[in-house]
């Protein structure tokens, strides 16, 4: 009896004191983990924090100063205005026809005409300008969380980081925001591509999501699309069921009959009813081996002030470290079990790969579309750090980025604003020269030395244009083609300058070869400490401002 009633008494104690000794580590761990709990929510909440902040720090770029060091900004928001105000019996009817329809820069026109009616053209630009800078960093949070789960802001830090690039400051806006929903719809591209390896349920809703999406990448800028498409194929053939995968091309056949479509309607032969064909030579330039290694710097390039040019040699060192430790997980174990996350990753470096082969064979220009390879260099940076695997890099790597990458992004944007003010000093005195162009008047644009000191790009090229921006008048240098939706008539002045004429690259002047019974003015920029530039007698001086000389042809003179 005795014995019955102690047996099931010692199980008793043994399982309380089991759980006694169960309880205790947990209630430590438990009093352990609370305040390191909110210690990692707080730093979390702090990190969030920082990127809205730095984010604001990077928009006030666009919007803080009155002059814009951002080459091509200036003649987006003369065009923007033009097409805004064109109608049949305008003034610029005279000398171009607008001929809108879809294409490669639709999306950032229509924006555009968008913004120009709340904010004026140039609200308009610094509004389009801005658009990347925080696209950018949603699409590689978005890609970030879609692809790895990863709920961090430091890839947003990164996007800040590679918003302020040499493209930026050549004002390559359009280009910009689409390799922003280039990533997008890649980041869509990889998951179809997942779904079609696993058969997954959803599999057809993700491919008419695709379907739709797609051509919002052509729209967006048509070499975006371009390269969406080689990373699409490299992807599907890299990894998983490479059948599977090359199917799922068809979501992209109504991209690719659009973009067919639109280069019919843009064949060399083509132009609109009233328009002169002007079909610029698409020669290829290509630069040194030297000259390419030069570009790698340019994707954080924007100052002579040093500070963004380490910063893009860290980028990149950092880039490549993360590569290898990455691509060397990726590489072991099963080659038949990946995981979605294993599957990504192994597509996004292939990508990145490809893109750079493609940079290091590509020319530096094709006739008037210039910076045709250093476009790439983001992206492939882009591409790689999205396949960086946390859980292989060591301790110190790990710090680095949460520690670096936000400083590197508070830097750049901190640096470019200000460059912005110090920049004013330069451009100073624009707005008094342009200002004594009158309405419906013909100028003619030569900008001598159109660098700054203190950014590392030609920001005065387009300055003229901005006279466009508030009253109609015919500049000497006007995008022709569908970007633009702007073709020359016979009456344009712009079809008899001569072909050395270059805005970008206007070594000097050969008066003779210009027709200067043409223009009504002429806007030369030199260095605001120069002479006055040599000119024929037909011209005299209208006005002169730190850099900028305006001449007016005498009236009656019609010398070549």
């Known amino acids: 009896m005795r014995t019955h009633l102690t047996e099931p008494l010692r199980e008793v104690v043994e399982v309380e004191v089991r759980r006694a000794s169960s309880v205790a580590p947990a209630r430590a761990r438990a009093t352990e983990s609370g305040p ?3 210690v990692r929510r707080s730093s ?5 924090v920082g990127l809205g902040a730095v984010g604001a720090l990077a928009v006030m770029v666009f919007w803080a100063f009155d002059a814009l060091p951002f080459q091509d900004l200036p003649a987006h928001a003369g065009l923007i ?3 805004h105000r064109f109608t049949e019996a305008s003034f610029e009817s005279r000398f171009f026809v607008l001929a809108p329809h879809i294409g490669p820069y639709s999306l950032f026109r229509f924006l555009g005409e968008v913004f120009v009616r709340f904010v004026g053209p140039l609200g308009a630009v610094r509004a389009l300008a801005t658009l990347p800078v925080i696209a950018t960093p949603l699409a590689m949070l978005y890609a970030r969380r879609r692809l790895h789960g990863d709920r961090s802001p430091l890839y947003g830090y990164l996007g800040i980081t590679l918003s302020f690039g040499f493209m930026t400051l050549m004002g390559f806006a359009s280009y910009l925001l689409g390799v922003a929903v280039m990533l997008v719809g890649l980041v869509m591209w990889l998951e179809l591509l997942v779904a079609a390896d696993d058969a997954a349920p959803d599999l057809r809703r993700r491919e008419l999501g695709m379907a739709l999406f797609a051509p919002l ?12 498409l080689l990373c699409a194929g490299v992807s599907a053939a890299c990894v998983g069921l490479r059948a599977a995968r090359l199917l799922r091309f068809r979501a992209l056949v ?6 067919g479509w639109v280069a019919w309607v843009e064949r060399g032969s083509t132009t609109p009813s009233g328009s002169v064909p002007v079909v610029p030579p698409l020669v290829p330039i290509f630069q040194s081996p030297a000259a390419k290694f030069e570009l790698l710097v340019t994707p954080t390039l924007m100052t002579r002030s040093g500070i963004d040019f380490f910063a893009g040699v860290a980028l990149w ?6 590569t290898v430790y990455t691509v060397r997980s990726l590489l072991t174990g099963s080659r038949r079990n990946l995981t979605p996350e294993q ?3 192994r597509a996004l470096y292939a990508s990145a790969a490809a893109l750079f082969v493609l940079f290091l064979v590509l020319p530096h220009a094709i006739g008037w579309f210039g910076f045709v390879d250093g476009r790439l260099l983001p992206l492939v940076l882009m591409l790689a750090l999205l396949g960086v695997r946390r859980d292989a890099l060591p301790r110190p790597l790990v710090l680095a980025a949460d520690i670096g990458v936000p400083a590197s992004a508070a830097a750049l944007a901190t640096v470019a604003l200000v460059a912005s003010f110090f920049f004013q000093r330069e451009a100073h005195g624009y707005r008094e020269v342009l200002g004594r162009i009158p309405a419906q008047a013909t100028l003619l644009n030569l900008p001598l030395d159109p660098n700054s ?4 790009g030609h920001p005065f090229v387009h300055y003229d244009k901005l006279t466009l921006a508030e009253r109609p008048v015919v500049v000497s240098d006007v995008w022709f083609h569908q970007g633009s939706a702007l073709y020359p008539t016979n009456a344009n002045p712009a079809l008899r300058l001569p072909s050395s004429y270059s805005e970008s690259d206007l070594k000097f002047i050969d008066w003779p070869a210009y027709h200067l019974e043409d223009w009504e003015f002429v806007l030369i920029r030199t260095r605001p400490t120069a002479s006055q530039p040599y000119t024929p007698n037909d011209l005299t001086l209208e006005e002169h401002v730190g850099g900028w000389w305006l001449f007016k042809r005498v009236a009656g003179s019609a010398s070549r």
């Open 217 to 228: 990448i052509f729209v967006a800028h048509g070499h975006a699309f371009a390269l969406f």
């Open 453 to 456: 000191d203190i950014f590392t």
């Open 36 to 38: 390191t709990s909110a």
């Open 317 to 322: 060192l950092f880039a490549i470290t993360c």
């Open 254 to 259: 109504p991209a690719l009959l659009l973009a």
């Open 343 to 345: 599957r990504h990753g």
């Open 44 to 48: 979390a909440r702090a990190a969030w």
């Open 81 to 83: 205005a033009m097409r």
